[in-house]
């Protein structure tokens, strides 16, 4: 049987799970002409929500994604092609910072978002510190758009939703087992379902807690190339600053820190904050404290990556 739970498209209907408010707020922003900027981390249901919106309207938008974006005219190519259609919607954002004039262009399109009867526009990004860089630390675009901010999805709806589908077919997963889906993926969509999806294939019909632990090793498999290139491309004081957030330190910058952690210097702990956002591995929240972006990326880190580097010392 095909597994109910996909995570390599977008989440619709019955899949598509709460942000009620974010999709209310985005088409009433549809409705009274407010253009709409959207940037959370990679896979989190920013498209998923932009089109449980769009699909309340009757108008079809232009979309353009910035996926394979390289020269800066292309985007403005691209939106000279939408002439006529009252919503655009621009994906993968983050990328425009590729082009060393993207400022020019983002005046420009600005210009555009000024015009009285112009389309609405609705713009995504999945590089949570590129998109802080253009839109809060550069103020580009400033006061033309209203940020939507994707709240975590609930942890009640996600446990019922994987309940009730594993009880459609005959199968039974229990609420804690449930529930530690959700806290390993740490509310991440895209991780939960690729979890569940595993849990589902595996079981036939009680789940036992040893193929829960299974379909989670699965998930780390998985993306432990990946992890493992993000890592390969970090140089050494990176890794000993990764080591830091990892342990949870708040005074990035502290003496106590960089003695600790071998940083060398304040100045060198700019440098370095500054390189692991751009590759978009932490960010700092409201009160400045650093935070790993990809919670499964964390539980490599500690099931597998800092793992070995405790067992050297313990050695």
Request: glycine share 4%; net charge negative; aromatic share 10%.
């Amino acid at each position: 049987m095909e597994s109910p739970f996909t995570h390599n498209t977008i989440a619709t209907g019955n899949n598509f799970l709460s942000r009620k408010k974010e999709v209310s707020q985005l088409l009433t922003n549809i409705r009274n002409g407010v253009h709409t900027v959207i940037y959370e981390p990679p896979m989190t249901g920013k498209q998923s929500a932009v089109y449980a919106a769009l699909s309340q309207q009757e108008v079809r938008p232009a979309e353009i994604d910035l996926l394979n974006m390289v020269e800066p005219s292309g985007l403005m190519d691209r939106l000279a092609q939408t002439e006529g259609h009252s919503i655009i919607y621009i994906k993968n954002f983050q990328n425009i910072l590729r082009s060393p004039d993207w400022e020019k262009t983002v005046s420009a399109m600005s210009g555009m978002m000024q015009k009285d009867g112009g389309p609405v526009f609705i713009i995504t990004g999945s590089g949570v510190n590129a998109c802080r860089h253009i839109f809060e630390e550069r103020k580009m675009m400033y006061r033309q758009y209203e940020r939507i901010h994707l709240s975590p999805i609930e942890e009640r709806s996600v446990t019922e939703h994987i309940i009730k589908t594993f009880l459609r077919v005959g199968r039974v997963v229990e609420q804690s087992q449930a529930e530690r889906i959700y806290s390993v993926a740490d509310g991440h969509p895209w991780y939960i379902w690729q979890i569940a999806n595993s849990c589902f294939n595996l079981t036939k019909g009680y789940l036992s807690d040893s193929l829960l632990n299974e379909a989670i090793d699965t998930l780390l498999y998985t993306h432990s190339l990946r992890f493992q290139e993000t890592v390969d491309g970090l140089s050494r004081y990176q890794i000993y600053f990764l080591r830091a957030v990892f342990d949870g330190i708040s005074k990035a910058s502290s003496t106590e820190v960089i003695d600790s952690y071998r940083l060398n210097s304040s100045a060198n702990v700019h440098r370095i904050k500054e390189a692991l956002c751009k590759k978009e591995v932490i960010l700092f929240d409201a009160d400045d404290c650093p935070h790993i972006i990809d919670p499964v990326f964390r539980l490599w880190l500690e099931r597998f990556y800092f793992k070995a580097d405790n067992n050297d010392s313990e050695a």
